[in-house]
């Protein structure tokens, strides 16, 4: 017994001890936890298993109107579908909410969801008609003007859409950005004026608001490189510099870019001139540093500075905030595949 409390007041055994108490705990904290997850999952299991085949429009709405779910989880629940692209399983919950509870408060909001989603799946008449019905009691609401807005420039009715800029500017709202875009737009797009006319509108309005240059250039150097050379202002070449990469050797100006650091990088960097021997910019720093048979070439990407969304391909208007202007430009090193096929294109520079 006494040599049992000795060895009890030894330091090493309390050590175990407090190492047998913290090891106990902590297994059953583990196992505590565990169960406790599994028994989360179950529920969230049992809870998603109701939405994973929606019951049919009549159902749903008879839930809508029986279960304790508010109308803020409904949406909730719809508005997830729309982020997984699961359009239809929302359009039927946001018209079931508006079916189910007619004097509803936020009535005018569930409508403009419903014609959102409508838009984003591709349904823009009926995203329309949403969006009218709603301007006919609330014409004061900016933001469903700007989503009719974009159904008449996505089915390409510019002058209706020009007409939506008024009760915006009404409302004060900036439309200076999107009257010159679909001025722009609506040129670009015309059939009945013939290209010389469309052009010399292009550039009178260049000449007069100086803004929009990938619209303005990526239409004059396809149709007409002399012209866009001698309309474009060099300082705003960075902007379009994927343009002015991919234009043939014969397209070029030579007395312009001899005026400008940059295009005299850009073109020194693709192998067309030997002007610089160093860029500001790494990517093209490093092509004018490479010997001319290496097998890379600059590609781009498009980052819109305003949702900082990148796309493949360039864009006048962002597909993910809808805001006008906003690329801006990447360089990104790639292999050059027409090197690697043997293309002779400019050897004999
Ligand atoms: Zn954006």
């Known amino acids: 017994m006494g040599s049992f ?64 779910l508010s109308s803020k989880s409904w949406l909730l629940l719809a508005d997830s579908y729309t982020k997984t692209g699961d359009y239809e399983k929302a359009i039927e919950i946001y018209t079931e909410l508006l079916r189910a509870d007619e004097g509803m408060e936020n009535a005018k909001e ?14 823009l008449g009926r995203s329309k008609k949403v969006f009218l019905e709603i301007l006919e009691k609330s014409p004061r ?54 290209e010389e006319l469309k052009k010399r509108e292009i550039v009178f309005f260049y000449r007069e608001h100086k803004t929009l240059e990938r619209m303005v250039f990526g239409y004059l150097f396809r149709i007409d490189p002399k012209t ?23 397209e070029l100006d030579y007395d312009i870019i001899s005026k400008s650091g940059f295009l005299q990088e850009l073109y020194s960097a693709k192998g067309y001139i030997q002007q610089v021997t160093s860029s500001d910019i790494f990517e093209l720093d490093i092509l004018v540093k490479l010997p001319r048979e290496a097998q890379v070439t600059v590609g781009f990407e498009y980052l819109c500075k305003n949702c900082k969304v990148v796309f493949p391909f360039g864009f006048d208007r962002c597909n993910a905030c809808h805001q006008i202007d906003t690329v801006e430009l990447e360089y990104n090193l790639q292999k050059d595949y027409k090197k690697g096929m043997g293309e002779e294109g400019d050897s004999f520079l």
């Open 228 to 250: 866009a050379w001698r309309e474009l202002d060099v300082e705003k070449a960075p902007k379009i510099a994927d343009i002015l990469w991919n234009l043939d050797k014969e």
């Open 110 to 123: 569930v409508m403009f969801l419903l014609g959102k989603t409508y838009f984003k799946a591709g349904f």
């Open 141 to 194: 609401m900016p933001q469903v003007l700007h989503y009719l807005l974009l159904v008449y420039e996505h089915t390409r009715d510019y002058n209706a859409a020009l007409e939506v800029l008024e009760p915006l500017d009404e409302l004060q709202e900036d439309i200076t950005k999107e009257r010159h875009y679909l001025r722009v737009l609506a040129l670009l797009n015309a059939t009945d004026i013939d």
């Open 5 to 68: 409390f000795i060895e009890f007041r030894d330091p090493l055994f309390s050590i175990i001890l407090l190492l047998a108490i913290i090891f106990t705990i902590s297994f059953f904290s583990y196992w505590w936890g565990r169960y406790r997850a599994k028994d989360n999952y179950k529920f969230l299991d049992r809870f998603l298993e109701q939405f994973d085949t929606l019951p049919n429009q009549e159902n749903l709405g008879e839930l809508i109107r029986s279960s304790n």
